[in-house]
């Protein structure tokens, strides 16, 4: 079966440091993998999507098909990037993405 | 700019109650879906719906079902609530795009409901 897996529930880093938010995931074919954010009180939101292989707010993943990995990077925490982070798995347009289970990162100055 | 909007951002029902959250989306998007968001447990599948009058069950169903009689509209009820359906509920809808992913799941800002 398709899965996601993050696993760390928390990531507690200072303000400057190297953030690498883990996503390790289980398909057999070709997968579509995403970062979604949930920031304080505010909706889930899309940050970024393996195809675009962008940067977005300085976080970069780039998809490792023989590690099955999807890690979120950023080379220096702020504090605003203190939120909820999910990785999701699509299978085919249009379905539903799966989910993992989240990471809290918390950045302190 | 997608617009992924539900009825109530809190709610307190009773054990036993009917509930209904509503989920309303602007953007023709043929798929629709509803998650509930536990800590720990991410966000889990209750139900999704590919077309008006269609639906599929997701991974947890038992005690919800759900009602898309229009395309922009997909309804979650609750029969008879209980306290382990207390949690944040989540909506979203996604277009079917195209292969190769330039679409993706917009999300409503959700519904916490607690149940007495």
Not at chain 1, 21 to 43: A, D, H, I, T
Not at chain 2, 32 to 40: A, C, E, I, V
Not at chain 2, 61 to 86: C, D, H, M, W
């Amino acid at each position: 079966a398709q899965r996601v897996t993050q696993p760390e529930k928390l990531l507690s880093v200072f303000k400057g440091a190297p953030v690498e938010l883990k996503c390790n995931y289980s398909y057999s074919g070709s997968p579509e993998l995403f970062w979604y954010v949930q920031y304080s009180r505010q909706r889930l939101q899309l940050l970024l999507r393996h195809i675009s292989r962008e940067s977005i707010k300085g976080f970069t993943a780039d998809l490792n098909k023989g590690e099955t990995s999807f890690h979120l990077k950023k080379p220096f925490a702020q504090e605003e990037d203190s939120a909820m982070y999910y990785c999701a798995l699509s299978i085919q347009a249009g379905t539903a993405l799966i989910f993992g289970k989240g990471t809290t990162l918390s950045v302190s100055s | 700019d997608v617009k992924v909007t539900q009825s109530s951002r809190y709610l307190v029902k009773r054990t036993g109650e009917k509930v209904f959250l509503e989920c309303v989306q602007d953007m023709d998007h043929e798929n629709m879906f509803w998650y509930r968001q536990d800590p720990g447990l991410g966000l889990r599948l209750i139900y999704f719906s590919y077309d008006v009058k269609m639906k599929e069950k997701g991974d947890i169903p038992e005690g919800y079902s759900v009602s898309r009689e229009k395309k922009e509209r997909f309804s979650l009820i609750l029969e008879s609530a209980s306290t382990n359906q207390t949690s944040m509920y989540l909506c979203a809808s996604r277009p079917n795009g195209l292969a190769g992913g330039t679409d993706t799941q917009y999300f409503g800002p959700g519904t916490r409901l607690t149940v007495l």
